[in-house]
């Protein structure tokens, strides 16, 4: 396959907008087509979105006429593959497309659904043997993979980097940017100087995918297990535009000195070496600055989807450390598009 086509729902939101950025960027995947809500059909989709990319909308995507759902089936056959940034409520949309073709979703409704595979593409890609499965019980041509919370694809990757040592009694607050809210969540203007000490149904996300997001295959590929860590979470607005930051702490076994866990950190690649344009191994990027990390140090790095992890202390058994990611690339585009190349490499995407 020279470039896979792509069909790309919830076009005109901030991660439909950092899914094109990306894939404008990445040589394997050709925008055929975006849709958004019925009110934006028909219309240009630079007169439309509100665009908040640093970057200008890109001429061939800015020209394009947003098409609705409700035209998909008209068009279905131009896409090898579709993304979708739509929100929970229109999974049953998603399911429909998957009757024919491979829908790799955002939408938190199909995290936790027992056929449905959330991958972390470094760490878990063993997980998408379920498709198989997945297509046997649903008739499905194509099929459903899920991409997990924002917030929880960082900690997976630390708490894999560490398997190798006894943890847990793990516990961590997040200070979550307000574009993980959406373009229209939460008004700069009202959470200047402020903080929200919750976010709805945020902790209970990565309490449960994590364990998913670690758990292990069954032989017959039709179950995945989820690991038994407990996961204590709470979750925080903070008034930054762009990116995630999770203080995160854990128990661990004893013996294990502070050095033995950096070189862990240094030396994870993961289960597989894949990149999107660039190389992204090691996954993590440590430092001993006082001051790191920090959101803002993710704006001037050319690769979002590595994990900034700063603060690493270890006494009397507790190892913390303080960890800042993407939460539009890493967290969710990124994820998204690496997830995708796997998936045709390995044949599921043809």
């Not at 297509?135 to 894999?160: M, T």
Request: charged share 20%; hydrophobic share 40%; glycine share 6%.
């Amino acid at each position: 396959m020279d470039k896979m086509n792509v069909a790309l729902l919830g076009a005109t939101g901030i991660v439909g907008q950092t899914f094109i950025q990306l894939l404008q960027r990445n040589p394997k995947f050709l925008i055929e087509d975006v849709y958004g809500s019925n009110e934006k059909n028909g219309k240009l989709y630079a007169e439309v979105v509100q665009w908040n990319m640093n970057e200008p909308v890109p001429l061939e995507i800015a020209s394009k006429k947003i098409k609705s759902l409700e035209e998909f089936e008209r068009y279905r056959n131009k896409y090898d593959l579709v993304f979708s940034a739509l929100p929970s409520e229109a999974h049953s949309a998603e399911e429909r497309i998957a009757e024919f073709l491979p829908v790799i979703t955002k939408s938190s409704y199909h995290r936790p659904l027992s056929d449905v595979p959330l991958v972390v593409p470094e760490l878990n890609i063993d997980h998408d043997r379920i498709i198989e499965y997945q297509r046997k019980k649903r008739n499905y041509k194509g099929f459903i993979v899920s991409e997990p919370n924002c917030s929880s694809v960082p900690i997976a990757l630390v708490l894999d980097a560490l398997h190798e040592f006894s943890i847990g009694d793990i516990r961590v607050v997040t200070m979550q940017s307000i574009s993980g809210a959406g373009i229209n969540g939460i008004s700069p203007l009202k959470i200047m100087g402020n903080l929200i000490p919750n976010i709805s149904g945020e902790a209970h996300k990565i309490s449960t995918e994590i364990p998913k997001i670690l758990g292990t295959m069954d032989k017959q590929s039709t179950v995945i297990n989820p690991n038994k860590l407990e996961i204590w979470a709470q979750c925080n607005r903070v008034p930054v535009l762009r990116n995630h930051v999770e203080s995160l702490s854990m128990r661990i076994s004893g013996g294990i000195s502070l050095e033995q866990v950096k070189n862990a950190l240094e030396k994870y690649k993961g289960s597989r070496n894949y990149t999107i344009t660039k190389p992204s191994n090691p996954i993590f990027r440590l430092s001993e600055n006082a001051l790191f990390p920090q959101p803002m140090d993710l704006t001037y790095m050319e690769d979002e989807m590595r994990v900034l992890i700063g603060q690493l202390y270890l006494k009397d058994g507790i190892f913390s450390c303080v960890c800042t990611s993407s939460n539009l690339v890493r967290g969710a585009a990124g994820n998204s598009i690496l997830h995708a190349e796997i998936l045709e490499g390995e044949g599921y995407i043809s």
